[in-house]
């Protein structure tokens, strides 16, 4: 009966889960004016849910999945928004730092350099509160 139940919580889930994507990647587009530029965040932020997948189960050798595993579906595709913007200021950003005249790879150098160290922490950090996740002893909680 378990079985059935999370299944079902999945499937429910997963319907969040689409609204939430659609929905970032709606606020993508609009902040970047450019569709395909937000085309090819998204696809950034989508290929990163296979490699957690395969970090979880192939690296990390966890057999077993929770619910609240799950969450990080969420927190992922947050993460990888997050580091667009942060990205794209960044880039902005580089034209008033080096001036008018710098080209698009110096830009996107220097925004690397400015930016990089946020998009770490804020990845870091998530990765390792979901790791001691993997190691507590914390049953989900039932309603």
Known sequence: M????VNNALMHDSWFAMGSFIFVGSFIVIHLHSLLLSIFAIYGILISFP?????????????KM???NF????LIMGIGADDVFVMFDAYNQAVAALGPRSSPGQRLRWAYLEAGSAMLVT???????FYSNCMSEVVVVRA
């Open 71 to 74: 969450v990080a579906l969420f």
């Open 51 to 63: 490699a957690a997948y395969y970090f979880f189960f192939v690296v990390m050798q966890f057999r």
């Open 2 to 5: 378990t079985g059935h139940e």
């Open 123 to 129: 990845t870091v950090t998530t990765a390792g509160s």
């Open 66 to 68: 929770m619910i609240l």
